[in-house]
């Protein structure tokens, strides 16, 4: 008996000492979760119970606990490094199986769709062509064609003009600018400013705009775009009230009919547009013109420059015409009982019938935990308790191995009686 009470003591013990190795040995893999063993005792009794004389019969290994603690998040140089911070796995497919991970290292494939260091696709909901997220999950796909261009329908116009000023000399020339005339007279206007609008062709076109004063608190605004007249003359007129504010019956003129033009002066192919321009957020005060801001909704064709993502999973990719725009959105996953997941290797672990069914949704609602990105999760495994941990189990191994050492002795003992 004492010798198979022995042997179980050395298979529990060699038993903790490879858990407490591969534990060590994975102190450097991204989103490792370290174990630990759990033991139970055996005890041999009869079907009417133990008695007060039963000994126990060892141990054995009754569980291999995973550790689901959180690790340090380490920061990178790659925004496609993604940290999760609270609970949550990641979700990625190959073949259309579904595996779990928290090891949050990816890029972009060779076809354009986020993957692991296995290959493995990471799922999330997906983006529109206009950035909007949808609610369907599947791979998250990094569109690398360019952006379309956008029209510009809104000028935002938000501009001091000067309450001291007086009526120009001139009129404003009731004849309409043609390409390639020279500008109208500064005796004519009082202040202007440009700024680029843009056609249906994502072109860059120059919209000048000149304000002349026609009495107290009016202002007639006129538009030029490459030098032409567009529009009415004036485009509209622009009322201001005594305390500076402008008239909200005033405050939008409108470029009707613009059809665009080439560099020689010939229409260019873009349709023909209207767009509308804002003075809602102007003032006439008695201090000389400023222009505060000048904003339109238009840009040009613009090529994938970069990606991030934020803490709620969204993926944004950066474009070479200043825009910004979502691709999709990360999603994570979380189980009523992460223990009950099935490791699988690399990184990753499989639903069980124990750990329940996968709870999909967005980081940061219902206990998921956030995203950061340029960070990885490292392993929670601390090298330091777990150097002590192969020491006891090495000091359990060598004291099982007395015992037998012991009742080997014992039986030798008894074998040579005479």
Known sequence: MAFNVAVSGLNAASADLAIVGNNVAN??????KGSRAEFTDVFAASALGASDTDTGGGVRLASVSQQFTQGNIAFTQNNLDIAINGQGFFMVSEGGGLEYSRAGQFRVDAEGFVVNVAGQRLQGLQADETGNIT???????????NADPQETTLVDARLN???????????FSATPVAFGDPPPSSQTFNSSTSMTVFDSLGNGHELSLYFAKTAPGQWDVHGLIDGETVGSSPLGTVSFGPDGSVDPA???VTVAGWNPLAADGTPNGASTQDFTIEFGNSTQFGSPFAVVSLQQDG???GRLIGLSVDSAGIVQGRFTNGGVRALGQVVLANFANPQGLQPLGDSNWAETFDSGVPLVGEPGTASRGVLQSGAIEESNVELTAELTKLIIAQRNFQANAQTIRTADTVTQTIINLR
């Open 27 to 32: 102190v450097q893999t991204t989103g490792f």
């Open 135 to 145: 609610g369907q999950v599947g791979d998250v796909f990094i569109d690398r064609t």
């Open 161 to 171: 003009l000067d309450a001291n000023q007086e009526i120009p000399p001139l009129p």
């Open 250 to 252: 005033t405050s939008a």
């Open 299 to 301: 840009f040009t064709t």
